[in-house]
């Protein structure tokens, strides 16, 4: 007998709850400012990078409806649970609407109505983005860079605490890379398989995107350069140069990241990659090491 079309896994799927390790951001500015011992701040973030997760998911359920035909005609998002049809089509905008609404009820209503706004801003965009944009090259790469910066603005609603511009302008550079190297891989897909263009980009503009995404790359790696070697840090942390060692760890991720792309090893999604890269958890454990040891010590 086959499955129910509702089955459990298949809705789990549609939800795409890899994602929401995006809405780790939130907590970018409680961490930052050294505050992660506050239990009711940590509370209060994890509440509203939940709520970010259940309007994420509606916003990749109405995506893939609206998306159906073209994901059936592509190699890997044909398997998603509306193109492949193990969830029934009829439910799908509902689930979207029900998801979206929970969410903005919520904020409204147990946060300040800044994070309310934000997150209404979040979905707004999102619904730009699919509606055209992300048809626009470049400017799709660089909307898809001001979702993730709404985030991390949203964690610092939240916690009630400051956002830096050197924070912003790091965050930036970074997730614009990976924002580009999407596309990089989609081309790659591509070139091998597919037509020679793919959301507005022609096979043809790899050489150009890639550089624009190792760019912006490097680009991260100085702003944090720069930062350490700002005044700012004296005050805040005890031993600041200490931190120089976070320059050559970014440095290799963004590398190697960059690497496994042009090598076409590299995942439809590269967030879902790094979730289950071995390499990216002991870099990221080091940098926390390294953040801890030079605000410690």
């Known amino acids: 007998m086959s499955p129910s079309r509702y089955s459990l896994p298949p809705l789990l799927q549609l939800l795409r709850p890899h994602q929401w390790s995006k809405n780790v951001l939130l907590f970018f500015p409680v961490i930052l400012a ?8 940590m ?5 509203a990078a939940t709520l970010f997760s259940l309007m994420a998911s509606a916003v990749y359920v109405f995506n893939d409806y609206i998306d159906l035909e073209a994901d059936r005609q592509h190699p890997q998002k044909c398997k998603r649970p509306l193109a492949a049809g193990t969830v029934s089509l009829k439910i799908a905008p509902w689930i979207s609407l029900s998801l979206a609404t929970t969410s903005l009820l919520c904020a409204f209503l147990f946060f300040p109505v800044r994070l309310g706004i934000v997150l209404l801003v979040y979905v707004v965009a999102n619904l730009i983005y699919s509606g055209f944009l992300k048809q626009v090259p470049i400017l799709d790469a660089v909307f898809l860079t001001l979702m993730f910066l709404i985030r991390i603005y949203a964690g610092g609603v939240a916690g009630q605490v400051l956002v830096t511009g050197w924070l912003f302008t790091f965050c930036l550079f970074f997730f614009l890379s990976i924002a580009f190297a999407k596309r990089v891989q989609e081309l790659k897909l591509a070139e091998e398989h597919g037509p020679q263009k793919v959301r507005g980009y022609l096979v043809s503009d790899l050489p150009c995107i890639s550089q624009l995404g190792t760019g912006s790359g490097l680009i991260c790696v100085l702003v944090l350069a720069l930062y ?7 005050e805040r942390y005890r031993s600041p140069y200490f931190l120089w060692l976070l320059c050559p760890l970014i440095l290799y991720w963004v590398g190697r990241f960059w690497l496994l792309t042009l090598r076409g090893e590299m995942e439809h999604d590269p967030i879902a990659f790094t979730l289950k890269d071995r390499i990216s958890y002991l870099i990221l454990l080091s940098v926390i090491l390294v953040v801890q040891g030079a605000y410690w010590f």
């Open 43 to 47: 509370i209060t973030t994890a509440i």
């Open 34 to 41: 050294h505050r992660v011992t506050d239990t009711g701040l």
């Open 228 to 234: 350490i070697h700002s005044g700012s840090m004296v």
